[in-house]
């Protein structure tokens, strides 16, 4: 059985929807603890999911750019994404964000994973390899081939490197690791310090 949260993760369905169709007989529950917490099957997981795989998939066009300043190049990225997309025929949705190529918490990169899992993009397209991310493109390539999902890269000869953008990304990984480290020197050095308080003790 699933609590509700469990469900809409899995089926890409939002709790707010889930409730509605509950109230309004769509989809009701297996059934509700004494306590009214809504409770889904395996059976009825498995059938959602087959529905949306049964639904025509859609492509996806991601752009990114890391700052800001860079605004007027993520409008271009998604103006020649929406002139391709556009030429395929077939229905398709633009996502972008504006950060770092390290930064996995976007919420465009977030919407892209979620509709991959719920298995409803055939294809993603995005104008350079590094636009996606700036490192682990490979294990994002992997999870969308386990819901049938292709990654295009249009621009095949060279990732579009901006050196200012990826000094910025490496400076950034440079802060997460010294602070990381600073905790722990932090941590170690309150251990010496408790220790010599108790050997003057």
Do not use: C
Request: charged content about 35%; aromatic content about 8%; cysteine-free.
């Amino acid at each position: 059985m699933y609590k509700i949260g469990q469900f809409s993760k899995l089926t890409g369905i939002s709790i707010s929807t889930l409730r509605l169709w509950d109230k309004k007989g769509i989809l009701k529950p297996e059934f509700k603890t004494p306590r009214g917490e809504r409770r889904y099957s395996e059976a009825q997981l498995q059938y959602i999911l087959q529905k949306k795989s049964d639904a025509p998939r859609i492509n996806v066009g991601y752009a990114r750019v890391s700052s800001k300043k860079q605004e007027d190049d993520l409008k271009r990225q998604i103006e020649l994404l929406e002139l391709f997309l556009a030429k395929q025929g077939k229905p398709f949705k633009i996502i972008s964000d504006m950060g770092s190529g390290i930064n996995y918490s976007k919420s465009g990169l977030k919407e892209l994973l979620k509709l991959i899992s719920s298995n409803q993009v055939d294809t993603i397209y995005v104008l350079y390899k590094d636009r996606l991310v700036r490192f682990g493109f490979e294990l994002i390539e992997e999870f969308a081939k386990l819901h049938n999902t292709k990654i295009e890269i249009m621009n095949q000869t060279e990732d579009k490197i901006d050196e200012e953008e990826l000094v910025e990304d490496i400076l950034n990984i440079i802060h997460v690791f010294s602070r990381k480290l600073n905790g722990k020197k932090s941590h170690i050095n309150k251990k010496i310090a408790q220790r010599l308080l108790d050997e003057k003790q």
